[in-house]
Structures are given as C-alpha cells and as structure tokens.
T-cell receptor, first 109, second 115 residues
Framework: RKEVEQDPGPFNVPEGATVAFNCTYSNSASQSFFWYRQDCRKEPKLLMS???SGNEDGRFTAQLNRASQYISLLIRDSKLSDSATYLCVVNDRDDKIIFGKGTRLHILP | GAVVSQHPSWVICKSGTSVKIECRSL??????MFWYRQFPKQSLMLMAT?????????EQGVEKDKFLINHASLTLSTLTVTSAHPEDSSFYICSAKPPYGGRAFFGQGTRLTVV
C-alpha cells in the first residue's frame, strides 16, 4: 500500500458545483496533515491544515478521520480559479513529509 | 511567516556538468530540510532528507553519489546534481520545517534543464 494515495483525476466540474477529494494514508503514526495546492510549474502552496475536529476556511472544508486513515477536502461553489492540482500531505513521526500524487481539478465555465 | 528561499529558480546546463541548488531558511533554523523532485505531470517525490551536521538520508532508488547533499549550517542546505544528464531534467524543490513545529515551508523550486 502506498504511503499516501489520492485519486489522480482529473475531476472536471462545472463552475459553482461542489467537489470533494479523499486521500488515504498508510502510517497510523502520522502526526499532521495538510492540503496543498499546486499550479502548473509552481511550488506547492498551503491550502489548509487538517484536524480531527474539521477545519473550514471559506469555501473549503477539510476533515481527518484517524480511525479510517483518510482525509478529505470539500470545495463549495467552485470558481474557475480553483483549477489546480490538490496535494494531500502527511507528516510522519520522523518529520518526513510525504506527498500524494495529487488530484487534478478542472473547473469548467 | 517563515520563508524558505531556493536559488536558482531555473538553470540550463550541458550534459556532464554539475549543478548546485541552494535552499535557505531565512528566518528560522532548520535542522532538517527535505529535497523533492517532480517530473512533468507527476507528483513530488522525496529524494532525501538533509540533516544539519550529518549525512543525508536518501530515499530508495536515489543515487547518493549523484545527488550530493550538504547541510553545513542550520539555515542552508545544498543539492548538487553531479554529471547531469538530460534525464535529470526536472523541477527540484526543497522544504524546511521550523523547530517550533507546524507545517513545512517550500522554496520556490528550481527548474533544471540538461541539454
């Protein structure tokens, strides 16, 4: 089982729709979790941290389920500018940062 | 917020030459930095973990003699691609975590093209 797994997509979603991504991780000792956004040929940028209690930032909601070892990202009222690759990032006990392969999102006008 | 600076942002070199990429943490000391590589349309892959004052830890399949990592100070790690070949052309990016915890910060990345 890969350390961090994501559906690569692409997800083609009409503008204004709601879209959700999941990510699973294999190391139950993983300590912290993040969603990053990466635009083409750019460095990844933090979108939001993920907590067991859930984390909401505007149109974005992230959730962590430790028992099932998955995290999710929900984007509501999607905008054209949301088109990007969304990377699930897991920080294990040794501080190693593991990236998922990313999920490509295309918002369609 | 914390800043990690990576230099150069892009470089073109001839096959067989060596290229050095620098990664600096500007406002915090990083005992550990990470080096990643991303080929087109693929994910970021961890190459190695750079530890200040000790040898880097390389991921499986990454040649330590080809990708030399030096973490000589608490704010600087360097990655040297030795005897570069066209297949080494990629996007290289570093990250560092502040000692007070939390998320990692990324450098701007270096696009290496070997011709």
């Amino acid at each position: 089982r890969k350390e961090v797994e994501q559906d690569p997509g692409p997800f083609n979603v009409p503008e204004g729709a709601t879209v959700a991504f999941n990510c699973t991780y294999s190391n139950s000792a993983s300590q912290s979790f993040f969603w990053y956004r990466q635009d083409c040929r750019k460095e990844p940028k933090l979108l939001m941290s993920v907590y067991s209690s859930g984390n909401e930032d505007g149109r974005f909601t992230a959730q962590l389920n430790r028992a099932s070892q998955y995290i999710s990202l929900l984007i509501r009222d999607s905008k054209l500018s949301d088109s990007a690759t969304y990377l699930c990032v897991v920080n294990d006990r040794d501080d190693k940062i593991i990236f998922g392969k990313g999920t490509r999102l295309h918002i369609l006008p | 917020g914390a800043v990690v600076s990576q230099h150069p942002s892009w470089v073109i070199c001839k096959s067989g030459t060596s290229v050095k990429i620098e990664c600096r943490s500007l406002d915090f000391q990083a005992t550990t930095m990470f080096w990643y590589r991303q080929f087109p349309k693929q994910s970021l892959m961890l190459m190695a973990t750079s530890n200040e004052g000790s040898k880097a830890t390389y991921e499986q399949g990454v040649e330590k003699d080809k990708f030399l990592i030096n973490h000589a100070s608490l704010t600087l790690s360097t990655l040297t691609v030795t005897s570069a070949h066209p297949e080494d052309s990629s996007f290289y990016i570093c990250s560092a975590k502040p000692p007070y915890g939390g998320r990692a910060f990324f450098g701007q990345g270096t696009r290496l093209t070997v011709v």
